[in-house]
T-cell receptor, first 115, second 115 residues
């Protein structure tokens, strides 16, 4: 069964450093998403991406964040200068289509720890 | 106002008993989808079950069923014959037609299955 994959599973970085979280969505999916879950809290939407551009972003997704689809398979989330409060689990998701009847398939997550 | 409300932060249930996890939602859309996800201690988000707002019948997937009461805006998850492996965090979530891109999550219920 096709699945979304994410690397690395755990990333530890120093405050102020740049990190890139990588995702490989399901191959025939067209819509891509990043979500964040701070430890012990609910999952929050960050950004959605379609046709090589951001289609929606939350207030969390400030100028420190960027997303990119550098090739036909990868989808990345970059945090330019990490802060302590960026420590969280980051989930990538992909969907075949839009609308409430289309399931978003989640990857296993990358746990980011900022020291 | 919260879009998704899960009123049970934690539950303890004896193995083999059925368990109901509560979820109420708030939307003015006529078209929306409701999801339940399981998050074990390892952190990944596992899709369990989906209910569309226009679906006449309650969704079922193996031991999981969704008790959908549209007029009450309620979408409770029922797990029959609980197992020790069901111990996890459970999130109710919604995707609205007017907010095509993102899934909105509740705060979750931590379920403990007792042997």
């Amino acid at each position: 069964e096709p699945e979304v994959t994410q690397t690395p599973s755990h990333q530890v970085t120093q405050m102020g450093q740049e990190v890139i979280l990588r995702c490989v969505p399901i191959s025939n999916h067209l819509y891509f998403y990043w979500y964040r879950q701070i430890l012990g809290q609910k999952v929050e939407f960050l950004v959605s991406f379609y046709n090589n551009e951001i289609s929606e972003k939350s207030e969390i997704f400030d100028d420190q964040f960027s997303v990119e689809r550098p090739d036909g398979s990868n989808f990345t989330l970059k945090i330019r200068s990490t802060k302590l409060e960026d420590s969280a689990m980051y989930f990538c998701a992909s969907s075949e289509g839009l609308g409430p009847y289309n399931e978003q398939f989640f990857g296993p997550g990358t746990r980011l720890t900022v020291l | 106002a919260q879009k998704i409300t899960q009123t049970q932060p934690g539950m303890f249930v004896q193995e083999k008993e059925a368990v109901t996890l509560d979820c109420t939602y708030d939307t003015s859309d006529q078209s929306y989808g409701l999801f339940w996800y399981k998050q074990p201690s390892s952190g990944e988000m596992i899709f369990l079950i989906y209910q569309g707002s226009y679906d006449e019948q309650n969704a079922t997937e193996g031991r999981y069923s969704l008790n959908f009461q549209k007029a009450r805006k309620s979408a409770n998850l029922v797990i029959s014959a609980s197992q020790l492996g069901d111990s996890a965090m459970y999130f109710c979530a919604m995707r609205e037609a007017e907010e095509d891109d993102k899934i909105i999550f509740g705060k979750g219920t931590r379920l403990h299955i007792l042997p």
